[in-house]
């Protein structure tokens, strides 16, 4: 038996129902369900998702190393679970990933974050925080459109201080495409496509 070890998603749209909320309630419970079973997944990239419910079946892919959630809505946080120690690269909304206590504490392996500019700079403090005492970290990207928010430019000057070794860059958006295949450019995901 083949195990499946990287999946891409992009728009799982549930159009069959009238009702947008019910559709989005639908479609997330369907990638969880399908997500379930999958307990060899290495790679995991979802693009322009809705899940009201989040994604709880992420706690059992105990072989998960990279996760991307591009423009996902209505995650809320990031579970705890196995996944967590397997982790090594995470690309997200700053707002996932502050909002991610219990999953940040647990992610000892996680050494690459790519932060895609979600627009709410509120969580740059808390973000400066894990980023300032989390030693596996050594590399933190910013994607984003326009110029650097004075609070995020605060954060990159701040952790140059707090750890000198730490690579904090800030990358065009329009570059997320080339810095999404840099980082999942796998053996393992050229096989599954």
Known sequence: MIALRCIAVQVLNCT?????QASEEQAGAALNAALAPLTQLTSLALSEMVTPSGLPALAGLPF??????????????????????SLQLLAAAPDLLVSSGEFLAD???LQEVLLQDGG????????RQWAATHPPLRRLRFVMSGTVPAALLGVVLHLQQDRPELEVTHEPYCSWGRLF??????????ECM
Not at 69 to 82: E, T, V
Not at 120 to 127: G, K, M
Not at 181 to 190: D, G, I, Q, Y
Request: charged residues 20%; proline residues 8%; aromatic residues 6%.
């Open 16 to 20: 069959a129902m009238e009702d947008e």
């Open 64 to 85: 998960l190393q990279r996760a991307c959630f591009r423009d996902c809505r209505g995650l809320g946080s990031l579970p705890a679970g196995p996944w967590c120690s």
């Open 107 to 109: 992610a000892g392996q």
């Open 120 to 127: 709410n700079h509120q969580h740059c403090p808390a973000l």
């Open 181 to 190: 295949e840099e980082a999942f450019t796998l053996p393992e995901l050229h």
